[in-house]
């Protein structure tokens, strides 16, 4: 596509989809378009825009999968996350872990708390898989209307992990079956913790171990790689029929190679898991992503973390990319020349997986460089971004585009 001249993108229909019970408060959906176009005329809204400048209308997108904490941090971050998009899957890592529908929609009733007034934002909420899930938590989580998924944390892989699973074949594979027959989501963290096994092919060994069987014995199970990072997983969604299987992938994952943890020094604030992988992989990964294909969806992983535990001498994982996420994916469809697919990749094929209505409302996108902060200051600390200190291209609107 080029810049200089004006291009419209069909309308895209929004494809049948069955909502979940009780989940009447979700948003129903529309015909959907995405514009690219130059500097405005009269006859267009941002007639204030520079002559050269250009912009992206699209549907508002979610994030299916989101840290946003619990306390002071949650209310530093969530507006974030609430000015750009309609609704995201919101992680249940937290201490103690959110293991029972109970206490999902009380964390749910703590989020839409911190909401900035005015915000639609909408948290889908997940259960924490443990050893010890029932199949009657699995009804009663679909029964809420706001549970929308299950996480598979292997026991010690990530952040707050220690409660996860440790033989998911063996302690929960009736969850799993139930989980099939209530049409619930299973979202993976896709990497072994076998201590001999090196942390740059822990991706690729738990595709082996775990996910292929589980898709063998299981195929009618929705399941969602999360965070993908190596060639192995684009090649082992690919090679999934049947459309049950699908990923998430982050901006830092699109953009950064493993380079980018030691250049310059040790970089704390690249420091995510799954680690970074090599160039390779990480260009598997954008060249599908960029491709069109309705098997991936965004899914930033945005992590916050206090800047002290990001740097200090075992810093913890995790990227904080909420307010730069919608740049940073603009920016890798654009060096691709993909911009007329960025907004199924950001906006349709996330709900249409999961069944769900696309949101009615639009974003605008301009190309409008502006500056990172060095950090986001809150109460008792601060908290460093995802490119902090450098410059972007493309700014999206706070203004909701009905």
């Known amino acids: 596509m080029q810049a200089a001249t004006i291009t419209t993108i069909p309308t895209v229909s929004a494809h049948p989809r069955t909502k979940p019970p009780s989940a009447s408060f979700l948003r129903s959906s529309v015909p959907c378009r995405v514009s690219f176009r130059p500097a405005p005329r009269p006859n267009l809204r941002a007639t204030a825009m520079a002559a050269t400048s250009q912009q992206l209308i699209i549907t508002r997108p979610d994030d299916w999968h989101l840290h946003v904490r619990e306390g002071e941090v949650l209310e530093a971050v969530l507006p974030h996350s609430a ?228 740097e200090r001498s075992c810093g913890c994982a995790g990227i904080y990319s909420a307010p730069v996420a919608l740049s940073l994916y603009a920016k890798v469809f654009e060096e691709a020349g993909a911009l007329d697919k960025l907004e199924a990749f950001t906006s349709f094929n996330g709900p249409d997986f999961y069944g769900l209505p696309r949101n009615n409302s639009k974003i605008v996108l301009r190309k409008s460089a502006w500056k990172v902060p060095a950090t986001y200051r809150y109460s008792s600390g601060e908290i460093v971004p995802m490119s902090t200190g450098s410059t972007l291209e493309w700014l999206p609107s706070d203004q909701t585009e009905e």
């Open 83 to 310: 000015r750009h998009f309609g609704r995201a899957i919101i992680m249940p890592n937290l201490k103690p872990p959110v293991t029972t529908t109970a206490r999902a929609v009380e964390y749910r009733e703590e989020i839409m708390k911190a909401l900035p007034s005015g915000s639609s934002f909408l948290p889908l909420m997940t259960l924490y898989l443990t050893d010890n899930t029932s199949p009657e938590e699995i009804k009663l989580a679909r029964e809420s209307g706001v549970v929308f998924a299950v996480k598979l944390y292997p026991a010690g892989a990530t952040t707050n992990s220690q409660d996860g699973v440790t033989d998911i074949f063996g302690k929960c594979f009736s969850v799993l079956e139930e989980m099939v027959r209530q049409d619930m989501p299973l979202l993976v963290h896709g990497e072994v913790t076998d201590p001999h096994v090196d942390t740059f092919d822990r991706e690729k060994v738990f595709i082996d171990r775990i996910l292929a069987p589980l898709v063998q014995k299981l195929p009618q199970l929705k399941i969602v790689m999360e965070h993908i990072t190596t060639m192995d997983a684009v090649n082992f969604i690919e090679s999934c029929e049947g459309g049950h299987v699908a990923a998430t992938v982050t901006p830092q994952h699109l953009l950064l190679n493993r380079n980018a943890l030691f250049q310059g020094g040790l970089q704390p604030h690249n420091y995510c898991l799954p680690v970074l992988k090599r160039e390779t992989h990480r260009q598997a990964i954008a060249s599908a992503v960029t491709s069109g294909s309705k098997r991936y969806f965004l899914g930033t992983d945005s992590a916050p973390h206090d800047k002290k535990n990001k």
